[in-house]
């Protein structure tokens, strides 16, 4: 036998186990997912709004839950810390070194809402309510000069918002 054949040999004789039990039992990593973990990760918001849960929240409630779960990292009034700036951009995205800021790149108010809702706060994300998360999107709304403090942000509401980067992406319908 020739050594290209023997260490193919080899190979299948040391792997056949292993792939008969990898088939029959699978890797044994974690836990199936229940249909209510399933359920609760299935959120999907799209740009029209579709998707969007029932709720409202205000830039004035948003400031309170803004302060109380996202300051640490994103700083006062979204200027930045540990993590990105969400407001305060002194730069477009066409100068040299732009500032990234929900006013200046996000193309949607339903992209951050869905954002926000699905991965933050890091430590607990989804962990916020709706009504929280409409709040807290309404004050990163009313910070970066988009809407007047006194709106209030919902499934109606929302999708209206005019995003000043709207036209800065490249849209593909998957709701179809």
């Known amino acids: 036998m020739s050594t290209k054949a023997a260490c193919f040999f080899v190979l299948v004789c040391a792997t056949a186990p292993l792939s008969a039990f990898a088939a029959a039992d699978g890797p044994r990593l974690g836990k199936p997912a ?3 973990e399933i359920a609760a990760w299935n959120l999907t918001v799209f740009p029209d709004g579709k998707g969007l849960p029932p709720g409202h929240g205000s830039s004035i409630e948003g400031k309170a839950v803004y302060e ?3 300051a640490a990292c994103h700083g006062s009034n ?4 540990s993590a990105e700036e969400l407001a305060g951009a002194k730069h477009s995205l066409t100068d ?5 800021t929900i006013g200046t790149y996000w ?5 951050l809402f869905d954002f926000v809702r699905r991965s933050m706060p890091p430590a607990a994300p989804g962990s916020l309510s709706n009504d929280q998360t ?3 999107c ?3 709304l009313t910070l970066n000069a988009i809407i007047a ?4 942000m919902n499934a109606l509401a929302l999708p209206q918002v005019k995003m000043p980067n709207r036209e800065g992406f490249i849209r593909m319908d998957v709701a179809k």
Do not use: F, N
């Open 78 to 81: 979204g200027l930045g810390g």
């Open 107 to 111: 193309p949607t108010a339903t992209t």
């Open 96 to 100: 040299a070194h732009p500032d990234k």
């Open 134 to 136: 409409y709040a807290v």
């Open 34 to 36: 229940t249909p209510e």
């Open 138 to 140: 309404a004050y990163l």
């Open 149 to 152: 403090e006194s709106a209030e």
């Open 68 to 70: 109380h779960h996202c």
